[in-house]
């Protein structure tokens, strides 16, 4: 397995992004990963929700998730592009929360299965938005993927210093096991 990075989004705007956004993604990997650090602008709440959404699609998404926090764990489902938490503007000063996103057999003609792991951190007093999450997302369209987009659903931006990496991941043959 080979992992080659595509492009790097990194907010350097002092008033901060709507959203990152990878584009003309090449149908030459096996599967995609995306990489972030992300903060949003939203006040009142120290998580804000992550929308994910393929080349410029809001329908026929789908996602279950499990996650805990510091006194609790529970599941849900949802069909509204979210895939996870990340901190916001009253979170831990300075703090951002981590996701990566496991996009398997983006080119192919069938539905898109992706896997999300993520963390939004929060130690000032408000322990239990300090969450966890696993997410199993569902894209049920026939299009290959050509363009990934992360969206902040309650705040306006991704925060200065957020950042993303795509990567394409190439099936590879490791002398035992040969995988095409």
Known sequence: ?????IQRADVTESLGRAAIEFTN???S??????VASL?????????????LEFNGDSTNRS????????SAADSGSFTNGRIGLTNA????????????????NYASSNAKSVSVDNISENNSGAANYAFQEITA?????SAA???VKLIPQLGTVFVQYSSASLYGITAGNDGITTVS
């Not at 990997?29 to 995306?34: A, G």
């Open 29 to 34: 990997y096996t599967d995609l990963y995306l």
């Open 137 to 141: 997302f569902l894209w049920d369209d």
């Open 145 to 147: 993927i050509t363009s």
């Open 63 to 70: 996602s279950r998730r499990l996650y805990g926090n510091s």
């Open 89 to 104: 503007s009253t979170a831990t000063s300075n703090s951002f929360g981590s996701v990566s996103i496991h996009i398997a």
């Open 39 to 51: 903060r949003s602008d939203r006040s009142g709440n120290p998580v804000d929700v992550l929308e």
């Open 1 to 5: 397995m080979k992992k080659t990075l």
């Open 25 to 27: 993604i090449s149908g």
